[in-house]
């Protein structure tokens, strides 16, 4: 009797671990698919917000023809003012080792200097915001990081400037 037991007790350890196995990819590719939900509203969110406009390099200067692979790689293109002179950070590699909740921290209470529009990024929901972050976390690393900040009253840094008033 204890064989017809164990052989039991062993097709239903067997079925168990064949059952979970399939649940487990079912609820994969269920999440799979939402990532990629989450991930291409990321990348509408990233255009429609204007991302791109600084934060990838020759985006406005070329009406937003360039390769997808170079977004959100920072640009060299400084933007000087009373403030110094800063320049559009690679979110790509700002991102790459920020949770999704430190992501959503940081764009809930960052105050960067000018130009970035910090006040529309606090607005965005929270959604939103993890959207943006699991799009531009899809891109991968990319690109270097952009120049540093120059204060106010030191050299002018070479390269191209937006000049603003003041």
Request: proline residues 10%; aromatic residues 8%.
């Amino acid at each position: 009797m204890a064989r017809p037991v164990r052989r039991v007790a062993r097709a239903t350890a067997v079925l168990t671990v064949l059952l979970s196995s399939a649940l487990a990819g079912a609820q994969t590719a269920s999440s799979q698919k939402a990532d990629k939900g989450e991930i291409q509203r990321g990348r509408y969110l990233v255009m429609v917000a204007g991302c791109n406009d600084c934060h990838t390099p020759g985006y406005a200067a070329k009406n937003g023809e360039v390769d997808e692979k170079l977004w959100l790689t920072g640009d060299a293109l400084g933007w000087s003012g009373p403030w110094g002179t800063t320049y559009p950070v690679n979110l790509r590699l700002f991102m790459a080792d920020m949770s999704k909740q430190q992501w959503v921290k940081h764009a809930r209470t960052m105050t960067p200097r000018p130009p970035m529009p910090w006040f529309n990024v606090r607005p965005m929901t929270d959604a939103d915001l993890k959207a943006i972050y699991a799009y531009t976390r899809s891109l991968g690393r990319g690109g270097d990081p952009a120049p540093a900040f120059v204060p106010p009253g030191a050299n002018k840094p070479g390269g191209p400037l937006v000049q603003f008033p003041g």
